[in-house]
């Protein structure tokens, strides 16, 4: 089992920036591809950012990408992943997740194949 607790979210006018953090505790000695995704108020779940247990593969959502936008990171030493967010906009709005699942090498961009999943951070973009 893994434990997941987001941080970093809160609200912010547009253009602005935010690092959101996920600490993994419990089995973190196995490999894990980690995701981040988001969920704006009657939308479904959306796939934002994922990356692979070494960090040398990572894949983002087209709306996120960009000029140094969005960027995932993860520092495995500490067990905790990142979600850097530059340029904010309203439309970025919504309760950001992060997920595991158990995998030395590939990355997903499907919520359902995620195993393991923080309880959110509310990210709030102003106009």
């Known amino acids: 089992q893994v434990q997941l607790v987001e941080s970093g979210g809160g609200l912010v006018q547009a253009g602005a920036s935010l690092r959101l953090s996920c600490a993994a505790s419990?089995?973190?000695?196995?490999?894990?591809?980690m995701g981040w995704f988001r969920e704006a108020p009657g939308k479904e779940r959306e796939f934002v950012a994922a990356?692979?247990?070494?960090?040398?593969?990572?894949?983002?959502a087209d709306s996120v990408k960009g000029r140094f936008r969005f960027t995932i990171s993860r520092d495995n030493a500490e067990n905790t992943v990142y979600l850097q967010m530059n340029s904010l906009k309203p439309e970025d709005t919504a309760v950001y997740y992060c997920?595991?699942?158990?995998?030395?090498?590939?990355?997903?961009?499907?919520?359902?194949?995620?195993?393991?999943w923080g309880q959110g951070t509310q990210v709030t973009v102003s106009s």
């Open positions: 997920a595991a699942r158990r995998s030395a090498i590939k990355i997903y961009n499907v919520w359902t194949m995620y195993d393991y």
């Open positions: 419990g089995r973190t000695s196995s490999s894990y591809a």
């Open positions: 990356a692979s247990w070494s960090g040398g593969s990572t894949y983002y």
